[in-house]
């Protein structure tokens, strides 16, 4: 018997952007059957874009959104989060679980022109599992990939995996010209995507030009599409109205004065991105669970979101947000605002006089705000919290190295919720500072994974949640709301759940 992939109920996605109030400028956006001139460069303002270009090197999760401009991926996902076909047109899961076909396309080359087939498929796949390779650890339950035909491949799976395929729609499924695999490729990328990287600033601006030969030439709205990196919400605010840019990364500062605009069109939604504070469970006084509860009885989350997120965010409880299949409703108020309780906490183990600690905090405005707002909170529990705002590009670096013992960060939402559990809370993941786990967390995620139905999977993943936030290994605080702002000539623009994809993407002529 074949068994496809479940798919998240596209209302998912509409139940989170229906939660954030989405809403456009006055103009709206450009007519949708728009002629668009592919002549016209898409100018965009992002606040990162990646540490290497290198999709299976790279330590960070977040590079992926712009890397996936360049790198095809075997499976896509849709704007709910959905896997969608990619450079593998189909697929199937045999009876026991273990072995996953992949049907390929035909007649894809990458950027050098090497032929993409199953052998490319298998050597990129034991590339991302080499040791030094941040994506090995996601796929771990890879026995092996056999090749049946340059068009078919069989992953053989050592238990089932039913993380799987939205992981393959991430980092570990980017595909890399075998030919290239000697290069650079944390500078110079070679890939089978949409665009390729003409020229760079590395961590400014990246000029990528469309691949003339790629499969779906539908997907590729402008010639050139233009990637810069600019950090403070109100510069691409102002960049987009000035018309230094036509498409900019939403920010909560800026979605009011954008949507008081006429010629700008906001496109927000909430996702799976999350602004929260990590522990690092080695240093201060974070080995104690109470000391971990008392952090989250002290804050008041809805206090922080009207504070420094201009109420354009949702409350976290847990690592995914209400509406999203893993979402456990049973987490919505386990740590209510009660700095009491949190007093209480501190004094059960020694430390009614309370405690110190130094957090590394990304800085920006908006996060530093929260920090102080969150300091503030602290306080009235007797915790003393001294801020450090690390740069954008050295703090997750910083933090796992040892640095600070805690931080306050952005997360982003990965393809499958295994992924991002996998890069923060696994004891050997370098995403995690503290190099351990709760008790049952990989029982838990393991027994998740081993399932291939949506709904029945979701009912696992909300148990490591559970395990995790029982822990209180991390405080979340808000999921906030992404997409983008665009002129209202921008055409096709619409934002995912999971990493904007730009898809048809273009200017109207």
Same mark, same amino acid.
């Given at each position: 018997m074949k068994r496809g992939i479940a798919r998240i109920a596209g209302a998912v996605a509409l139940v989170l952007m229906a939660a954030c109030g989405a809403g456009n400028g006055g103009n709206g956006p450009a007519d949708p059957n728009a002629e668009i001139d592919p002549a016209q460069p898409i100018v965009y303002q992002n606040s990162w874009a990646a540490s290497s270009l290198d999709p299976h090197k790279t330590r960070l999760g977040a590079d992926g959104l712009f890397l996936a401009m360049i790198y095809d991926r075997l499976v896509h996902r849709d704007t709910a989060g959905d896997p969608i076909p990619g450079l593998a047109e189909s697929w199937e899961v045999d009876d026991a679980g273990t072995a996953v076909t992949f049907h390929l396309r035909e007649g894809v080359t990458f950027h050098d022109g090497a032929t993409f087939d199953a052998e490319?498929?298998?050597?990129?796949?034991?590339?991302?599992?080499?040791p030094d390779s941040g994506t090995a650890p996601l796929l771990e339950t890879v026995e092996s990939v056999e090749v049946i035909d340059p068009q078919t491949v069989v992953f053989h799976l050592e238990i089932p995996d039913g993380s799987l395929i939205l992981t393959?729609?991430?980092? *570990?499924? &980017? &595909?890399?010209?075998?030919?290239?695999?000697?290069?650079?490729? @944390?500078?110079?990328?070679?890939?089978? +995507?949409? #665009?390729?990287?003409?020229?760079?600033?590395?961590?400014?601006? #990246?000029?990528?030009? !469309? #691949?003339?030969?790629?499969?779906?030439p539908e997907s590729v709205g402008a010639d050139t599409f233009e990637w810069q990196v600019v950090a403070d919400p109100q510069t691409r605010l102002n960049a987009i109205s000035s018309g230094d840019a036509n498409l900019i990364q939403v920010s909560t500062t800026i979605v009011a004065? /954008?949507? /008081?605009?006429?010629?700008?069109?906001?496109? %927000?939604?909430?996702?799976?991105?999350?602004?929260?504070?990590?522990?690092?469970?080695?240093?201060?006084?974070?080995?104690?669970?109470?000391?971990?509860?008392?952090?989250?009885? !002290?804050?008041?989350?809805?206090?922080?979101? %009207?504070? /420094?997120?201009?109420?354009e965010a949702a409350v976290a409880s847990q690592p995914f947000p209400k509406g999203y299949f893993a979402h456990n409703a049973e987490l919505e108020n386990l740590y209510p605002h009660d700095p009491q309780k949190a007093k209480d906490l501190l004094a059960s183990v020694g430390l009614a006089d309370g405690f110190s600690f130094e957090v590394l905090v990304l800085n920006v405005a908006q996060m530093v705000r929260e920090a102080e707002i969150i300091k503030a909170q602290l306080a009235e @529990?007797?915790?003393? &919290?001294?801020?450090?705002?690390? /740069?954008?590009?050295?703090?997750? %670096?910083?933090?796992?190295?040892?640095?600070?013992?805690? %931080? &306050?960060?952005?997360? !982003?939402?990965?393809?499958?919720?295994?992924?991002?559990?996998?890069?923060?809370?696994?004891?050997?993941? *370098? +995403?995690? *500072?503290?190099?351990?786990?709760?008790? +049952?967390?990989?029982?838990a995620l393991t027994a998740a994974n081993s399932v291939y139905e949506t709904g029945e999977r979701g009912t696992l993943l909300q148990e490591v949640s559970r395990i995790l936030m029982e822990d209180a290994v991390y405080a979340p605080i808000a999921f906030f709301h992404q997409g983008g702002i665009a002129s209202n000539t921008v055409v096709g623009y619409e934002p995912y759940l999971v990493g904007d994809e730009f898809r048809g993407v273009g200017v109207a002529k």
């Open positions: 490319a498929v298998k050597l990129n796949i034991a590339r991302a599992m080499e393959l729609s991430d980092l *570990p499924g &980017m &595909m890399v010209s075998p030919q290239a695999f000697g290069e650079d490729l @944390a500078t110079k990328p070679v890939g089978a +995507g949409r #665009y390729t990287l003409a020229e760079s600033d590395a961590g400014a601006r #990246y000029l990528l030009e !469309a #691949y003339p030969a790629y499969w779906d004065p /954008a949507r /008081a605009r006429n010629d700008l069109v906001v496109s %927000a939604q909430n996702t799976l991105n999350s602004h929260t504070l990590n522990f690092n469970r080695t240093k201060s006084e974070f080995d104690k669970l109470e000391v971990r509860q008392a952090v989250l009885y !002290a804050m008041n989350r809805e206090e922080i979101i %009207a504070g /420094a997120l201009d109420n @529990a007797g915790i003393d &919290m001294t801020i450090t705002p690390v /740069a954008l590009a050295d703090l997750s %670096a910083a933090f796992n190295r040892g640095e600070g013992d805690a %931080a &306050m960060n952005a997360w !982003a939402g990965r393809g499958d919720p295994s992924l991002l559990l996998k890069q923060y809370f696994d004891a050997e993941a *370098p +995403g995690n *500072p503290s190099k351990s786990s709760p008790d +049952g967390f990989d029982e």
